[in-house]
Nanobody, 118 residues
Framework: QVQLVESGGGSVQPGGSLRLSCAAS????????MGWYRQGPGNERQLVAR???????DYADSVKGRFTISRDNAKNTVYLQMNSLKPEDTAVYYC????????????WGPGTQVTVSS
């Protein structure tokens, strides 16, 4: 079993920055991928960024060049540095830990709200 606890959400003006953190506890394995997803009002949950234990990253096109995902394996924590935030980045951001390709292990955090507004 794995527990995920997110922190760092909040409200910011357009152009501002936020840093999200997600700490995982429980049974973490070397093949686990950690990532951030978001769900805006009326939208489906979508991938923002993900990172393997070895540091291989993948980003949604909409956040490339603005967001950076990183991972501290010693702390079982993943971070999402979000710069140049836009109103369309407003969403609930969810942390996910899963085990590709089967995804038999698939855990989600409760989510943290990010609001970008002037």
């Amino acid at each position: 079993q794995v527990q995920l606890v997110e922190s760092g959400g909040g409200s910011v003006q357009p152009g501002g920055s936020l840093r999200l953190s997600c700490a995982a506890s429980g049974n973490i394995f070397s093949g686990d991928v950690m990532g951030w997803y978001r769900q805006g009002p009326g939208n489906e949950r979508q991938l923002v960024a993900r990172i393997s234990r070895g540091g291989i990253t993948d980003y949604a096109d909409s956040v490339k060049g603005r967001f950076t995902i990183s991972r501290d394996n010693a702390k079982n924590t993943v971070y999402l540095q979000m710069n140049s935030l836009k109103p369309e980045d407003t969403a609930v951001y969810y942390c996910r830990l899963y085990s590709p390709p089967s995804n038999v292990r698939n855990y989600w955090g409760p989510g943290t709200q990010v609001t970008v507004s002037s």
